[in-house]
């Protein structure tokens, strides 16, 4: 990624967000401390503990045979609503990838908690999940929050800065990697395109992140949003958020249910119905246009009859 390619929309949030953009553009990650207070980063840990003390280990060499991951977080633990939705994260998201897309989507949830002894994790890319290339474009951003607290001893999270800027290498040199040290309660955003894998726990207790990464409305997601959340489930998200776990159309026409937009069968709406146009407002004049210029052609024959 080159600057030039880094959208430089104004926010509302002003110059914090002018500095996270320009820290994505130049190292590939941002670290943001303690976004969460004492008493939320509690409340996290509280939601959680029950499900890291119900679900096995991982089995592979990706996700790790000394790591536990979890998925479905919204509803698992509805604390996670919060960090979802959060503004600044939301921002920098909405302003990488929508130059791409019609819309943003929820690509995953998931806590990760890397117990004592388990090794570095394979430097890899989230965009690999996509067999295509992205031609220097952003398709994902992923935002890790710590839940507790992040060591380079415990399995923090290692970055290789700048690494976005050329080819995956997985044999790249560890001593070039910076392990994002940071107290429960932070995040770290990275792009998709970054270089990254957790770091070996080396101590004696766990180290507890969670990850929620957005991705482009039109790619297919990591985590089938559908099945982690049933519609009863969904009905109860705030609108933004079921919007964002799918509940809503890209144009042009993609995601609909019977052609209209799926929110309104989530909140009721059936029936038998037209199926609606979800189209941009370049391709509506467009297709007008195309329309006209026929008619036109049409009366201009009918003339010369």
């Known amino acids: 990624m080159h600057s030039a390619q880094m959208p430089t929309r104004p926010h509302a949030l002003g110059r914090a967000y002018e500095t996270d953009i320009a820290a994505l553009d130049r190292d590939g990650y941002l670290r943001l401390p303690q976004l969460l207070s004492d008493h939320e980063t509690r409340t ?3 939601e959680l503990e029950p499900w890291f003390g119900r679900t096995p280990r991982c089995q592979g060499d990706f996700y790790g045979w000394q790591t536990t991951r979890i998925g479905g977080l919204l509803s698992k633990a509805p604390i996670v609503q919060h960090l979802a939705l959060n503004p600044r994260v939301l921002a920098i998201a909405e302003t990488l990838l929508e130059p791409q897309c019609d819309c943003i989507q929820l690509n995953l949830t998931q806590a990760t908690r890397v117990h004592p002894g388990e090794r570095a994790q394979v430097p890899h890319r989230d965009e690999e999940m996509w067999p295509w290339p992205t031609g220097g474009r952003h398709w994902l951003i992923n935002v890790m929050w710590a839940v507790s607290d992040f060591t380079s001893a415990n399995g923090a999270t290692r970055i290789w800065p700048a690494s976005h800027r050329s080819g995956l290498d997985r044999s790249i040199d560890p001593a070039a990697s910076v392990s994002v040290e940071m107290p429960a309660g932070s995040a770290l955003v990275f792009l998709g395109s970054v270089t990254h894998g957790a770091g070996a726990n080396e101590t004696d207790a766990p180290r507890t992140g969670i990850i929620i990464s957005y991705c482009l409305g039109w790619l297919k997601s990591y985590e089938n949003q559908f099945l982690a ?4 489930v969904a009905r109860l998200f705030p609108e933004r958020l079921q919007r964002l ?3 809503q159309m890209h144009r042009p026409n993609l995601g609909g249910c019977d052609g209209r937009d799926p929110i309104e069968r989530l ?4 029936g038998i119905g037209p199926h609606i146009d979800a189209v941009s407002p ?3 004049e467009e297709l007008r246009a195309y329309y006209h210029a026929a008619e036109n052609a049409g009366a ?5 009859g």
């Open 245 to 247: 776990i799918g509940y």
């Open 282 to 284: 370049e391709t509506a």
């Open 267 to 270: 909140h009721g709406a059936g």
């Open 44 to 46: 996290l840990q509280s």
């Open 229 to 232: 959340y049933p519609i009863e």
């Open 300 to 304: 201009r024959v009918g003339e010369g």
